[in-house]
T-cell receptor, first 114, second 114 residues
Framework: NAGVMQNPRHLVRRRGQEARLRCSPM?????VYWYRQLPEEGLKFMVY????????ESGMPKERFSAEFPKEGPSILRIQQVVRGDSAAYFC????????????FGEGSRLTVL | AQSVTQPDIHITVSEGASLELRCNYS??????LFWYVQSPGQGLQLLLK??????LVQGIKGFEAEFKRSQSSFNLRKPSVHWSDAAEYFC????????????FGTGTRLQVTL
């Protein structure tokens, strides 16, 4: 049973470009969460999605960031017009329909903005 | 707002020695508390969680943690550390009595000497 799959693992972008990070949850999981880890900091909650719905986006920056979890396919975190401060590790986690109190994390996507 | 403090940024212990990692939280109600471990370049793995009941919880890999409401603490312990335990450890609290929106501490990096 594959775990949470994130790609790309490493992404380099120049300032002003777009970054797209993908997350496929564990099989049977319908809840997806995105967290960001800045250097020397803990993970910070960004957004919580279920299929086709954003449940809580209180941690998302108001501009340039968006997330979706379509009916088919992976969840995508999109960052438009990246800036150097967006350089971070972005982690996706998933949980099953019946929340068990455990999030299953992917290995993260590390974004570097030049 | 809730917060988590891990006062030790870096700890070094000898293999076979005991370990205690400190975690203090700030949360108005009964918290949902978690300990996660992150190996280099990997995602986070849940070690243990506390929701209610017995204040001493057992986790995987021989770890345990004790919830002390009077001290707002949830310290992680292991009686005998193995070299493979070298990793970064994160304490987290769930907001609103959930496991979906976690507030993480900044982490404690554990180094194990042989």
């Amino acid at each position: 049973n594959a775990g949470v799959m994130q790609n790309p693992r490493h992404l380099v972008r120049r300032r002003g470009q777009e970054a797209r990070l993908r997350c496929s949850p564990m099989k049977g999981h319908s809840h997806v969460y995105w967290y960001r880890q800045l250097p020397e900091e803990g993970l910070k909650f960004m957004v919580y999605l279920q299929k086709e719905n954003i449940i809580d986006e209180s941690g998302m920056p108001k501009e340039r960031f968006s997330a979706e979890f379509p009916k088919e396919g992976p969840s995508i975190l999109r960052i438009q017009q990246v800036v150097r401060g967006d350089s971070a590790a972005y982690f996706c986690a998933s949980s099953p329909e019946h929340l068990t109190g455990e999030l299953f994390f992917g290995e993260g996507s590390r974004l570097t903005v030049l | 707002a809730q917060s988590v403090t891990q006062p030790d940024i870096h700890i070094t212990v000898s293999e076979g020695a005991s370990l205690e990692l400190r975690c203090n939280y700030s949360y108005g109600a009964t918290p949902y508390l978690f300990w996660y471990v992150q190996s280099p370049g990997q995602g986070l793995q849940l070690l243990l969680k506390y929701f209610s009941g017995d204040t001493l919880v057992q986790g995987i890999k021989g770890f345990e943690a004790e919830f002390k409401r009077s001290q707002s603490s949830f310290n992680l312990r292991k009686p005998s550390v193995h070299w493979s335990d070298a990793a970064e450890y994160f304490c987290a609290v769930g907001e609103g009595g959930t496991a979906s929106k976690l507030t993480f501490g900044t982490g404690t990096r554990l180094q194990v000497t042989l």
